[in-house]
T-cell receptor, first 115, second 114 residues
Framework: AQKVTQAQTEISVVEKEDVTLDCVYE???????LFWYKQPPSGELVFLIR??????QNEISGRYSWNFQKSTSSFNFTITASQVVDSAVYFC????????????FGKGTRLHILP | DTAVSQTPKYLVTQMGNDKSIKCEQN?????MYWYKQDSKKFLKIMFS???????INETVPNRFSPKSPDKAHLNLHINSLELGDSAVYFC?????????????FGDGTRLSIL
């Protein structure tokens, strides 16, 4: 069965600190996709990144970076030099091949960036 | 231009009423979804439609009935509303056949049952 675990329910850091959001997934498939979405206080869901199971290269986009490690079934998300605008709930998600594009979401990590 | 739009944004109604939420996407996607986000922020898929055909139905009560008049629209009708239906409902769309495409979400409809 597919499952996504975000063990950190809530994190608070002071602005400009780096912060890592953890994501551990379970799947029996060898082909799958992992995602991160951001939900700011305004409520919308914003797509951040997609990573397929065959590509373990780390990704960097500005202050955001993602570390995908199949050996530990983890897809962690790091924000460098955090800003107040990064305050949001962040969701990690998994989609398996042949599952009708169904996405399973983790329970989310609420991130507070304190000024 | 709004890619996935839902109406209304807020819906306050009494228990027992019937209500509908509309969703439209202008991305040309073939697949649309409905998700429910509860008070703890947990997001769970309810339905998906591919080109007007039901693909996923995740053990949702029969009171919830999705309707897709065309592939750009997926409406959600809820009968006999209950207190537990209070949540934020998100519509989303994606392009299937290209496995792993990200889903694009609407801004959500906050449903409050009095």
């Amino acid at each position: 069965a597919q499952k996504v675990t975000q063990a950190q329910t809530e994190i608070s850091v002071v602005e400009k600190e780096d912060v890592t959001l953890d994501c551990v997934y379970e799947t029996r498939d060898t082909t799958y996709y992992l995602f991160w979405y951001k939900q700011p206080p305004s409520g919308e869901l914003v797509f951040l990144i997609r990573r397929n199971s065959f590509d373990e290269q780390n990704e960097i986009s500005g202050r955001y970076s993602w570390n995908f490690q199949k050996s530990t079934s983890s897809f962690n998300f790091t924000i460098t030099a955090s800003q107040v605008v990064d305050s949001a709930v962040y969701f990690c998600a998994l989609s398996e091949a042949g599952r009708d594009d169904k996405i399973i979401f983790g329970k989310g990590t609420r991130l507070h960036i304190l000024p | 231009d709004t890619a996935v739009s839902q109406t209304p944004k807020y819906l306050v109604t009494q228990m027992g009423n019937d209500k509908s939420i509309k969703c439209e996407q202008n991305l040309g996607h073939d697949t649309m979804y409905w998700y429910k986000q509860d008070s703890k922020k947990f997001l769970k898929i309810m339905f998906s439609y591919n080109n007007k055909e039901l693909i996923i139905n995740e053990t949702v009560p029969n009171r919830f009935s999705p309707k897709s008049p065309d592939k750009a629209h997926l409406n959600l009708h809820i009968n006999s509303l209950e207190l537990g239906d209070s949540a934020v409902y998100f519509c989303a769309s994606s392009q299937p056949g290209q496995f792993g495409q990200p889903q694009h979400f609407g801004d959500g409809t906050r449903l409050s049952i009095l």
